[in-house]
């Protein structure tokens, strides 16, 4: 796997003379035989296709989130022969922050006091002063608060439970992160829900139908190693096609408190 993921570092490097790009690769390249060795099942990753890997190492790159930041900004997550990015919701509220939106999410707790008026919060109060819940089972929903930017404040938008374990169950896995960090799902499941409803747009934030995948475009057939799946996506692509997002933006997150 590791000859796998610098032959992809290699292969869409030299799809680009874009020098910048070409470290946000090597970094993304980096963070992945990071996030390998850290995993407790190796054997899963050996198993998925060069073409995930490569389609993997571009997604990450292009928007400047990478595995194994802190706090992290997305899981990868090797499921059916493909190598799967999970966004977090704190990778979610970067690339929100790069289109000048500030997103911050409370989770609420099962016992907690809260009033909403049309899908708006309009009152929250936490029952104790103990640590955001830890379970899904011990999570009423989740506070998704949007900041423009234009001085109007924060809106407070609710996301309940149900529309959360929706999510869950329609995820392609129903493990890997939604077993090991369950409520760091739930909260950037609902900022994802709360976009699809039209609550707030952020241009360039992809939002599929499978959010937390990995597309791939299939092939004819299954380039048999990464540098080849790199050279079939190149054909469909001039060099230089993209570059690299900015420097996050820096995103304050408050990850405890009721919503103000």
């Known amino acids: 796997m590791s000859d796998i993921i610098d032959s992809a570092v290699r292969a869409i490097s030299a799809s680009t003379t874009d020098e910048a790009a070409r470290q946000a690769v090597a970094r993304v390249g980096l963070a992945f035989r990071g996030a390998r060795a850290a995993s407790k099942d190796r054997s899963a990753w050996d198993r998925v296709s060069p073409q995930s890997v490569v389609a993997a190492v571009e997604w990450c790159a292009r928007h400047g989130l990478h595995p194994g930041s802190s706090p992290p ?38 016992g907690d006091a809260v009033e909403v008026d049309f899908g708006i919060v309009v009152a929250h109060r936490r029952a104790t002063l103990e640590a955001d819940p830890e379970r899904i089972e011990d999570l009423l929903g989740v506070i998704v608060c949007v900041d423009h930017g234009d001085g109007r404040g924060e809106v407070r938008l609710w996301v309940p439970r149900s529309v959360i374990l929706q999510a869950r169950a329609a995820s392609r896995s129903k493990g890997g992160p939604w077993q090991s960090h369950p409520v760091q799902m739930a909260r950037a499941a609902a900022i994802r829900s709360a976009a699809r409803r039209g609550d707030f747009v952020v241009e360039g934030m992809m939002l599929p139908e499978e959010p937390d995948a990995i597309e791939v475009t299939a092939a004819p057939s299954r380039p048999a190693s990464a540098l080849a799946a790199a050279e079939s996506r190149m054909l469909e692509a001039p060099a230089d096609l993209w570059e690299p997002s900015q420097e996050p933006a820096q995103v304050e997150l408050i990850e405890s408190g009721g919503a103000r």
């Open 73 to 110: 900004t997305v899981y990868l997550v090797p499921q059916s022969g493909e190598l799967q990015a999970r966004v977090t919701h704190v990778g979610l509220a970067t690339l929100a922050a790069r289109a000048g939106l500030r997103l911050r999410t409370v989770p609420v707790a099962v």
